[in-house]
């Protein structure tokens, strides 16, 4: 397990690819895919296989050992110790074994394999009435086999438990190839059952030999002891638990391959009661008071975690406490005798929220802490390594008194939040990992926290695992005695080390291997300011702590959110947000991706990005791709030739402008033979149609009509869209603008003005098309000068309404990050307005024409990024507009779907979310789609037509005609 060459490393990958029947690569994208977990850890593999079953197991661990090569199982790759993480041969189970082998419902038993996600086994068990108890915040896309790995618990544990609580059986194969099938009890012989003769009689001998220790020396009341391995489960009063003592074992005894698992009975209503208290200790004090009440969950935030959230009672931290009933009634009953009780000792105040969307929507603030904690108030970067220390119930006041205390010691901050009713901490702290002086006070303030959290007779680990943040300090709770017979179980089950080393047992130092080593040291030269992150590239990419978020493939009911298209579309990690950031990391290493800027890997992975925005506001701590993709398009292009549909689409308002003149003959001329060619050119899908050139456009129809000389002032922006494509939405929303009592102007060189010639004048821009193709020279011009033509505008107080929702935000958010030196620029940006802000807030008093009409489509992506919709929604309201707009992307997404080889990608999207929508609503139902890669989306698969929603209001208005 030395240092190889690069010789060695394509024999093993050969001789893994002809040895299993799934996946081998020793690509560098692959093996920089798999460097990192959740946590602070970093490791480069040599190879990832993706195994198809249990025999493509077997053989890769048989050419493994051949080549004393260690192996790392590996489920989604979200674990927070650095289990996830190694130098050998990964085994990713995400892409092959995931099926649900059985679900029996008489049982409450299921039968999954390693890479079974979490949501799908409750999706396929809830029409049972049944679930999955333990439920940790990434359960929309974590395994089965990885919260067997690290025994994991979630929100509900105060109610069922642990993984290791809900395990009946696993079938494993050990790194000397034998097979398991862990189970509860004993044979015949008094020993194991399922255990191979030395196996069998090693954990006998084991066990016998060290009762008096298995019984003494771990911690009593902890319902999230999860450090080290629970060798207790194997004495003869707790029922010789063989499947239970392996759980939490993080892949350092077997490789999982089959698993069987208790299902519990779900309660058929749930309502969520928010307690609030004075402040964070209050919280802890009376968490544990709760229990009695019998919840199902005991959760606790405090204030500087939920910043602006809405819809939580006043206090200064909260308790969310989840209680059911077979009936709303039941469930509601119980939480009124509990919120009662809770005010006898001492809340300030509760809510009890009994709608499933109010209370997914409490939940989502606490699912996303884990990446929200990440960043504190000020913007401070903060990390794992203590992230889920857990104490008796009974001690958590005091615990985190202390704790609190410590940090005040080490001048550290840090928002604790996380399982208050079983007595378990979660947070991130904001530990200086980037120098020497500050690693050395992050090791010292380990130690130190190790030894308070045993003083409270708690466990280093509460959810988690040890893996190497916390292996080892250990000794510290354990003693060296029980550490060493750890040492001798893995040991017996191990004998070549060959299963994650470094992890648990004989582990490497919690500061080795720390994923910020390989990061350059002073800022990147870049092109946009990255307002948030002090200008510094390495430090937004540093965003990305691996939650993976973006890899959720299913959309829960009524979520709008976005993020990650191009995933869900292909299932492929470089093709998610994490991904995409673990490649840019190792660009900036120049470990793995050597190439820098002109790397081929990250190019390929950030192909496939539709630059739709969604992580910026759906990430938990609000990764922006879509802006590191015009960034590193900039760098990698920048003096070569570029793509023809950079040219072409990106450079798209030079062409309409140009073309406008000659819209009749383009037209003609796009429907003819010659089409293919011209798109073949301009690297165009030939699946697409070119879209029809307005024969006026929406400037040349303004200039000809004589606006009112009445109301108050907006700018209207004539984005290239609406101007040359879509001008019948500047028309109506004119209408619309005007009935409002508002009086839109253009801006004083809006294109295509009587008199002006076309080749001169020059169209203002908002640099969209510039900046999606990563041309920001280009976009920084068109950009500079938009801000000189309407900063005297904004200095007048004029808001600027924009129609087409991808250039507001491109205005609202690229425009200022990009031009981040000139006060200008934010000026401008924080004068935009949707169509909807601007008659929600300009217009409060007018009243839109009621159509009383229900609405389906889709939810502009870099609307829900970046503009928010709730103006949409209370005007769509007011004019009785009924129901929601799915989220997701349409797939088109400006230049994307139109690029050659993207075609199938965008459709996929479009299926994911939109075309299921529209094909759901009924023929009464009114389409909406605010974006003209929406619209043009539905028009050219063949779905209904959309509109903008300035055309149906103005058609509720009477005729629209100009």
């Known amino acids: 397990m030395a240092d190889h060459t690069e010789t060695e490393q394509r024999d093993l990958a050969k001789e893994l690819a002809a040895a299993v029947r799934g996946e081998v690569s020793s690509a560098a994208a692959d093996r920089a895919l798999m460097t990192m977990d959740a946590s602070n850890y970093r490791r480069v593999p040599r190879a990832v296989v993706a195994p198809r079953d249990a025999e493509d197991v077997a053989a890769a661990l048989r050419v493994c050992r051949e080549h004393g090569v260690p192996v790392v199982p590996r489920g989604a790759g979200t674990s927070i110790a650095g289990q996830a993480t190694g130098v050998g041969v990964v085994l990713d189970f995400t892409r092959h074994m995931r099926r649900i082998v059985s679900l029996d419902p008489g049982a409450r038993t299921a039968v999954v394999q390693p890479g079974v996600i979490l949501d799908d086994l409750r999706a396929a068990a809830a029409p049972h009435g049944l679930t999955f108890g333990p439920d940790p915040s990434t359960h929309s896309r974590c395994t089965l086999g990885g919260m067997i790995g690290n025994n994991s618990c979630g929100s509900h544990s105060v109610a069922w438990g642990t993984t290791a609580d809900s395990v009946r059986e696993l079938d494993l194969l050990t790194y000397s190839g034998e097979r398991v099938r862990a189970g509860r009890g004993t044979d015949a012989t008094g020993t194991p059952a399922g255990l191979p003769p030395r196996l069998r009689d090693g954990v006998k001998a084991l066990v016998d030999g060290e009762l008096a220790l298995l019984r003494t020396g771990y911690p009593a009341g902890l319902p999230r002891r999860i450090s080290g391995y629970a060798l207790d ?119 009890v929220v009994t709608d499933p969307a109010g209370q997914r929507a409490l939940w989502r603030i606490r699912e996303d802490a884990s990446g929200t904690a990440t960043r504190l108030p000020d913007g401070s970067e903060a990390w794992p390594g203590w992230e889920d220390c857990a104490v008796p119930p009974s001690r958590l006041g005091p615990y985190l008194r202390d704790f609190r205390a410590l940090l005040g010691e080490y001048d550290l901050r840090g928002t604790p939040y996380g399982h208050f009713g079983d007595g378990c901490i979660h947070i991130r702290i904001d530990f200086d990992l980037l120098t020497a002086p500050g690693i050395r006070r992050f090791r010292a303030f380990s130690h130190d926290l190790a030894g308070l959290v045993v003083a409270h007779g708690g466990s280093l680990s509460g959810e988690h695992g040890d893996g190497q943040a916390r292996a080892e300090l250990l000794p510290k709770m354990y003693g060296p005695e029980l550490v060493g017979l750890f040492g001798r179980f893995k040991d017996l089950w191990d004998p070549a080390g060959g299963l994650n080393p470094g992890m648990l047992v004989r582990p490497a130092r919690l500061d080795d291997n720390l994923r910020f080593d390989v990061l350059p040291r002073r800022p990147v030269p870049v092109e946009f300011g990255y307002p948030h992150d002090k200008g510094d590239f390495s430090a937004a990419v540093r965003r990305c702590v691996g939650v993976a978020k973006c890899r959720n493939t299913s959309t829960a009911a009524g979520s709008p959110d976005v993020m990650c298209p191009s995933f869900r579309a292909t299932g492929e990690e470089q093709h998610s947000t994490r991904g995409r950031a673990r490649l840019l990391h190792e660009m900036l290493a120049g470990e793995v991706i050597t190439d820098g800027w002109r790397s081929p890997e990250v190019h390929e992975a950030l192909d496939l990005c539709l630059s739709c925005k969604g992580c910026r506001s759906d990430c938990p701590v609000g990764v922006d791709m879509a802006t590191y993709k015009a960034e590193f398009l900039h760098h990698h292009y920048e003096g070569r030739r570029r793509p023809a549909a950079h040219y072409s689409m990106g450079r798209l308002p030079q062409w309409l402008h140009t073309a406008a003149p000659a819209a009749v003959g383009a037209n003609a001329l796009a429907r003819t033979p010659l089409a293919a060619v011209a798109k073949r050119l301009a690297g165009i899908a030939p699946e697409r149609t070119i879209p029809r050139l307005a024969t006026e456009p929406f400037t040349r129809w303004w200039w000809r009509r004589r606006p009112p000389a009445t109301g108050r002032t907006v700018v209207l922006w004539p984005d290239t869209f609406t101007n040359f494509l879509s001008p019948e939405v500047g028309r109506a929303a004119v209408r619309v603008l005007e009935a409002a009592g508002l009086r839109p102007l253009l801006p004083p060189t809006a294109p295509l003005r009587p008199g002006f010639r076309v080749r001169r004048h020059r169209p203002l821009c908002c640099g969209l098309t510039y900046v999606s193709t990563g041309q920001l020279d280009q976009a920084r011009a068109v950009m500079r000068r938009t801000v000189e033509v309407l900063s005297p505008l904004v200095d007048e107080g004029r808001p600027l309404v924009v129609l087409e929702p991808s250039c507001a935000a491109a205005l609202r958010t690229d425009l200022p990050e990009l031009l981040s030196g000139d006060p200008r620029a934010a000026a401008l940006a924080s004068s935009v307005m949707t169509f909807a802000e601007a008659l929600v807030t300009l217009a409060p008093e007018w009243e839109p024409p009621r159509i009383e009409r229900p609405v389906a489509g889709q939810t502009h992506c870099h609307q829900h990024a970046v503009l928010g919709e709730a103006a949409d929604r209370r005007l769509r309201q007011l004019a009785g507009l009924e129901g929601e707009l799915s989220g997701g992307c349409c797939g088109l997404a400006g230049n994307f779907g139109f690029e050659r080889g993207h075609y199938e990608v965008s459709v996929a999207c479009a299926e994911d979310q939109l075309l299921p929508a529209v094909r759901k609503a009924g023929p009464e139902a009114e389409i909406l789609a605010d974006g003209f890669s929406c619209r043009t989306q539905l028009e050219q698969l063949g779905e209904r037509r959309g509109r903008h929603l300035a055309e149906v209001l103005a058609e509720g208005l009477g005729d629209v005609r100009g």
């Open 233 to 351: 489960a194997l004495l003869p009063e707790a029922g010789t638990d063989l499947a239970r003592a392996l759980t939490g074992s993080e892949g350092t005894l077997g490789v999982l391959t089959e698993a069987a698992v208790r299902l519990v009975e779900t309660p058929a209503a749930r309502v969520l009661a928010v307690l609030a208290y004075p402040d964070e200790s209050a919280a802890a004090e009376a968490a544990h008071t709760l229990l009695p009440h019998h919840p199902m969950t005991v959760e606790g935030m405090a204030a500087d975690l939920v910043g602006s959230a809405t819809g939580l009672p006043k206090g200064g931290a909260w308790l969310f406490v989840e209680m059911g009933g077979a009936t709303p009634e039941e469930a509601a009953a119980r939480a009124a005798a509990l919120c009662r009780a809770a005010a006898a000792d001492g809340t300030t105040d509760h809510t």
